[in-house]
């Protein structure tokens, strides 16, 4: 037989209504006033109370990286942080992407741009957190080769396996800014 | 996830006190584990005390000629120091192996230590887990164990009896750590101490449900590495399923000094086999004074090894261990390439 889940260590305790208090995000420069509950992670703070919907949940455990978003610049799993850790950061999601390249003038980001020129996706599912983590790996400097690439691209699962057109449109971007 | 409240501290000892205030509270850095393991109800912490505002950001030399990587460094920073690379590139490339550049962005250098288990049942509150809830047994061993413990699974020092947990600590920078013989500074409502990475992590024994030396409410402060960094000779290999963003089902952290062909030094620390970093000091005695070779690589790989035991899905461990560790210091001693 099974033993109940409630013995051992696990604190029995009675339910109660949700404690939603007042968090202030600012996300693609704008700040927001959010009433939610300190267990709301930033991924369904962005989702289902500010209708970013752009961030995509895949698995809700870090093991995909659909809900990549940028905190500060870098890279995250918006799925396993809390919307309440990040008051005061500054957040960018794929809807804050186009325009914030600062070499390019308004419009769609060189890595937007390339994704379609290099048609690197089938459903699209998995598409804003590539962007998003690519444009995190160009801020972070450390891909040089292709296999660099593939290598700091790997927390970004794509289910239609799109993998190759994904590489080689970061590495355009890459080459093009090099040159 | 269960119900808690949310406090954020600047310094260290509101953290602790308030830590130590609230038995069930818990501190959150990365929460790249923590919230993982609250979605699936195995931890469920009353009170979270957020403790990234914490000033321990930093990376400094050490008095003694080492380096001090402050507690809520992230992993990402702590790989790509300049400082970390240069003397300790063996830390560098074996945090660099681990999760992916979003989590590695996220994770803390404290937070790694304390990651708890992959194990597939304690994660999965509908089955038995002696790590989860002490006394309700252990699925793993007649179970699904392909990524379990091969060694250091014993109840208790006889060594005889049914082990009461198969884990593995899932950790690649700890077989670092083991291997670099770091040490882990905690602040306490006691005050200070140290703890030598030998003795921080722990084996099941007879209480599974305890992964480590650190008391209730303990705060990591740093991780300090001495000043012997082994720059030359150095190797982590790590094997998995996967090439990338996967955990190691074996891995080996190698550092040598070497007088011409000659080893002067060794320090061998496997990841993936047991509840902590596994090292052996016989095994690596055995490689002093010996020229690098195959064989006496093998030799010390035996010993390694010794006593190790199969569950079934994860005998193949075994020898996948010891086929590793010949080849970890085979890079080490730059006979062969690390490709
Ligand atoms: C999909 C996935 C893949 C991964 N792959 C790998 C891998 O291949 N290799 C690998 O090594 N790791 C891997 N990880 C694990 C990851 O490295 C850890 O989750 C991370 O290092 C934990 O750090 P954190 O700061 O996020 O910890 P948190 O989740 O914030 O905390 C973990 C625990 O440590 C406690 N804690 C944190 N900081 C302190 C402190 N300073 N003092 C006292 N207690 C503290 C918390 O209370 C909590 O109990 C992976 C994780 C995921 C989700
Ligand atoms: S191996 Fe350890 S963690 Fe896994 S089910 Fe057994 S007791 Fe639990
Ligand atoms: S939804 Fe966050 S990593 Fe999959
Ligand atoms: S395009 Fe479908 S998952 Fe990547």
């Given at each position: 037989?099974?033993p109940?889940?409630?013995?051992?260590?696990?604190?029995?305790?009675?339910?109660?209504?949700?404690?939603?208090?007042?968090?202030?995000?600012?996300?693609?420069?704008?700040?927001?006033k959010?009433?939610?509950?300190?267990?709301?992670?930033?991924?369904?703070?962005?989702?289902?109370?500010?209708?970013?919907?752009?961030t995509?949940?895949?698995?809700?455990?870090?093991?995909?990286?659909?809900?990549?978003?940028?905190?500060?610049?870098?890279?995250?799993?918006?799925?396993?942080?809390?919307?309440?850790?990040?008051?005061?950061?500054?957040?960018?999601?794929?809807?804050?992407?186009?325009?914030?390249?600062?070499?390019?003038?308004?419009?769609?980001?060189?890595?937007?741009?390339?994704?379609?020129?290099?048609?690197?996706?089938?459903?699209?599912?998995?598409?804003?957190?590539?962007i998003?983590?690519?444009?995190?790996?160009?801020?972070?400097?450390?891909?040089?080769?292709?296999?660099?690439?593939?290598?700091l691209?790997?927390?970004?699962?794509?289910?239609?396996g799109?993998?190759?057109?994904?590489?080689?449109?970061?590495?355009?971007?890459?080459?093009?800014?090099?040159? | 996830?269960?119900?808690?409240?949310?406090?954020?501290?600047?310094?260290?000892?509101?953290?602790?006190?308030e830590?130590?205030?609230?038995q069930?509270?818990?501190?959150?850095?990365g929460?790249?584990?923590?919230?993982?393991?609250?979605?699936?109800?195995v931890?469920r912490?009353?009170?979270?005390i957020d403790?990234?505002?914490?000033?321990?950001?930093?990376?400094?030399?050490?008095?003694?000629?080492?380096l001090?990587?402050?507690?809520?460094?992230?992993?990402?920073?702590?790989?790509?120091?300049?400082?970390?690379?240069?003397?300790?590139?063996?830390?560098?490339?074996?945090?660099?192996a681990?999760?992916?550049?979003?989590?590695?962005?996220?994770?803390?250098?404290?937070?790694n230590?304390?990651q708890?288990?992959?194990?597939?049942?304690?994660?999965?509150?509908?089955?038995?887990?002696?790590?989860?809830?002490?006394?309700?047994?252990?699925?793993?061993?007649?179970?699904?164990?392909?990524?379990?413990?091969?060694?250091?699974?014993?109840?208790?020092?006889?060594?005889?009896?049914?082990?009461?947990?198969?884990?593995?600590?899932?950790?690649?920078?700890?077989?670092?750590?083991?291997?670099?013989?770091a040490?882990?500074?905690?602040?306490?409502?006691?005050?200070?101490?140290?703890?030598?990475?030998?003795?921080?992590?722990?084996?099941?024994?007879?209480?599974?449900?305890?992964?480590?030396?650190l008391?209730?409410?303990?705060?990591?402060?740093?991780?300090?590495?001495?000043?012997k960094?082994?720059?030359?000779?150095?190797?982590?290999?790590?094997?998995?399923?996967?090439?990338?963003?996967?955990?190691?089902?074996?891995?080996?952290?190698?550092?040598?000094?070497?007088?011409?062909?000659?080893?002067?030094?060794?320090?061998?620390?496997?990841?993936?086999?047991?509840?902590?970093?596994?090292?052996?000091?016989?095994?690596?005695?055995?490689?002093?004074?010996?020229?690098?070779?195959?064989?006496?690589?093998?030799?010390?790989?035996?010993?390694?090894?010794a006593?190790a035991?199969?569950?079934?899905h994860?005998?193949?461990?075994?020898?996948?261990?010891?086929?590793?560790?010949?080849?970890?210091?085979?890079?080490?001693?730059?006979?062969?390439?690390?490709?």
């Amino acid at each position: 037989m099974m033993p109940a889940v409630e013995s051992g260590t696990l604190e029995k305790r009675p339910p109660s209504l949700p404690s939603v208090q007042t968090v202030t995000l600012t996300v693609n420069g704008k700040e927001t006033k959010l009433q939610i509950a300190p267990w709301t992670t930033l991924l369904d703070a962005l989702r289902e109370y500010m209708d970013l919907t752009g961030t995509k949940k895949g698995c809700d455990h870090g093991q995909c990286g659909a809900c990549t978003v940028l905190v500060n610049d870098k890279r995250i799993n918006s799925c396993l942080s809390l919307a309440i850790m990040q008051e005061g950061a500054k957040i960018t999601t794929i809807e804050g992407i186009a325009g914030t390249y600062t070499d390019a003038p308004a419009g769609l980001h060189p890595l937007q741009k390339s994704f379609i020129e290099r048609d690197a996706f089938q459903c699209g599912y998995c598409t804003p957190g590539q962007i998003c983590s690519a444009v995190g790996l160009m801020n972070e400097g450390n891909a040089k080769t292709t296999a660099d690439i593939r290598e700091l691209m790997s927390g970004n699962i794509c289910r239609c396996g799109a993998y190759t057109n994904i590489v080689d449109a970061i590495e355009d971007v890459l080459n093009e800014k090099a040159a | 996830m269960n119900s808690f409240t949310y406090t954020r501290t600047e310094d260290v000892d509101t953290a602790v006190l308030e830590r130590s205030s609230e038995q069930t509270s818990k501190f959150i850095a990365g929460g790249t584990n923590l919230i993982d393991l609250m979605k699936e109800n195995v931890e469920r912490p009353t009170r979270l005390i957020d403790i990234t505002h914490l000033p321990l950001t930093s990376i400094t030399d050490t008095v003694n000629g080492g380096l001090r990587l402050g507690a809520l460094v992230t992993n990402a920073d702590t790989a790509y120091n300049e400082q970390v690379i240069q003397r300790y590139p063996l830390l560098s490339q074996t945090i660099l192996a681990g999760a992916s550049p979003q989590l590695r962005n996220m994770a803390t250098d404290g937070g790694n230590l304390l990651q708890r288990t992959r194990c597939y049942y304690f994660y999965d509150t509908a089955t038995p887990c002696n790590k989860r809830e002490p006394g309700s047994g252990c699925s793993a061993i007649n179970g699904f164990n392909r990524i379990h413990a091969i060694l250091g699974t014993a109840p208790d020092n006889s060594g005889l009896g049914q082990p009461q947990c198969i884990a593995t600590h899932p950790s690649d920078m700890c077989v670092a750590l083991a291997a670099l013989e770091a040490e882990v500074r905690v602040t306490g409502i006691n005050g200070e101490r140290t703890i030598p990475f030998a003795d921080f992590h722990r084996l099941p024994g007879n209480t599974p449900n305890i992964d480590n030396t650190l008391e209730p409410g303990e705060l990591i402060t740093s991780i300090d590495l001495p000043a012997k960094g082994f720059p030359k000779y150095y190797a982590y290999l790590k094997l998995r399923d996967r090439a990338s963003y996967a955990f190691a089902l074996v891995s080996v952290a190698v550092a040598l000094e070497m007088d011409g062909d000659t080893i002067t030094t060794a320090r061998i620390a496997l990841g993936g086999v047991a509840h902590k970093p596994w090292r052996k000091p016989e095994a690596e005695a055995k490689l002093i004074g010996k020229p690098a070779t195959k064989e006496n690589f093998q030799a010390a790989a035996e010993l390694l090894l010794a006593g190790a035991q199969g569950f079934g899905h994860n005998t193949f461990k075994i020898e996948l261990a010891k086929r590793a560790i010949v080849r970890a210091l085979g890079q080490a001693a730059k006979l062969e390439p690390t490709a």
